[in-house]
C-alpha cells in the first residue's frame, strides 16, 4: 500500500507562490504516474497535473499551463506542485494521488492512493 503526505499549503496573496511536497512511501514508485487534483465546495474535484515517475511526461489542466510545475525527486521518494502566479480561484484544498497503470491522465477515478490534502488560501 502506498502512503502519501501533503505538505506546503498555506495563505498566500495573489501573485505569489507554493510549494506543495507530496512524500511518498510503502513502495519504489517505478511505473507510477503522480497527480495532483484540487477540491473546493462549489466545484468538486478538479485534476491539477500529474507527471510519470520514470520518464517526466507531464499533462497540466489548462489553468495550470504556464504557472504551475510539477516534478518528483527520486531520491526523497517525494513529488512537487511549484505554484506560481497565484489567483484567488487556485484556492482549494489539494491533493496528490498516485496510479501505477502508468496512465498521465485526468482521470482521477484511476489513481488508486491518495493523500490527506492540505489548503490553499489565496487572497485577493
Known amino acids: 500500500q502506498v502512503q502519501l503526505v501533503e505538505s506546503g499549503g498555506g495563505l498566500v496573496q495573489a501573485g505569489g507562490s507554493l510549494r506543495l511536497s507530496c512524500a511518498a512511501s510503502?513502495?519504489?514508485?517505478?511505473?507510477?504516474?503522480m497527480g495532483w487534483f484540487r477540491q473546493t465546495p462549489g466545484k468538486g474535484r478538479e485534476f491539477v497535473a500529474a507527471?510519470?515517475?520514470?520518464?517526466?511526461?507531464?499533462r497540466y489542466t489548462d489553468s495550470a499551463k504556464g504557472r504551475f510545475t510539477i516534478s518528483r525527486d527520486n531520491a526523497k521518494n517525494t513529488a512537487y506542485l511549484q505554484m506560481n502566479s497565484l489567483k484567488p480561484e487556485d484556492t482549494a484544498v489539494y491533493y496528490c494521488?498516485?496510479?501505477?497503470?502508468?496512465?498521465?491522465?485526468?482521470?482521477?477515478?484511476?489513481?488508486?492512493?491518495w493523500g490527506q490534502g492540505t489548503q490553499v488560501t489565496v487572497s485577493s
Open positions: 507527471l510519470h515517475w520514470n520518464n517526466n511526461s507531464t
Open positions: 494521488a498516485a496510479n501505477n497503470w502508468g496512465v498521465v491522465s485526468p482521470d482521477g477515478h484511476i489513481y488508486t492512493d
Open positions: 510503502g513502495r519504489t514508485f517505478t511505473g507510477y504516474v
